[in-house]
């Protein structure tokens, strides 16, 4: 099993940065690969980035690349989004997620577990 705790949510002006954590436990093999999502209200899950916890390989959406930053601390087992320059559509609560899956994947559908999530408001 592998709980997941995200913190670090808020508000933040656009174009400042703001950077979110998840603590994670639970065994490596139940989260070879971990991701962020975000959700707002009426809409479905929107895939944010994703990391080899091992390997550190990332892929992101095209809605962030170059803007937020996906990152993982190995010994202390917390994976990280940093949101650089975020804008008002960035607003969202966002999620933390886990897979037992090698590859990296952007379907929420192939992520095991999930953290409670953390809101983040930008504004203007």
């Known amino acids: 099993q592998v709980q997941l705790v995200e913190s670090g949510g808020g508000l933040v002006q656009a174009g400042g940065s703001l950077r979110l954590s998840c603590a994670a436990s639970?065994?490596?093999?139940?989260?070879?690969?971990m991701g962020w999502f975000r959700q707002t209200p009426g809409k479905e899950r929107e895939f944010i980035a994703s990391?080899?916890?091992?390997?550190?390989?990332?892929i992101y959406a095209d809605s962030v690349e170059g803007r937020f930053t996906v990152s993982r601390d190995t010994a202390n087992n917390i994976l990280y989004l940093l949101l650089n320059s975020p804008r008002p559509e960035d607003t969202a609560v966002y999620y933390c997620?886990?897979?037992?899956?090698?590859?990296?994947?952007?379907?929420?559908?192939?992520?095991?577990?999930w953290g409670q999530g953390t809101q983040v408001t930008v504004s203007s």
């Open positions: 990391i080899a916890w091992m390997g550190g390989q990332t």
């Open positions: 639970g065994s490596i093999f139940t989260r070879r690969t």
């Open positions: 997620a886990a897979s037992r899956r090698l590859q990296l994947t952007p379907s929420a559908f192939d992520y095991d577990f």
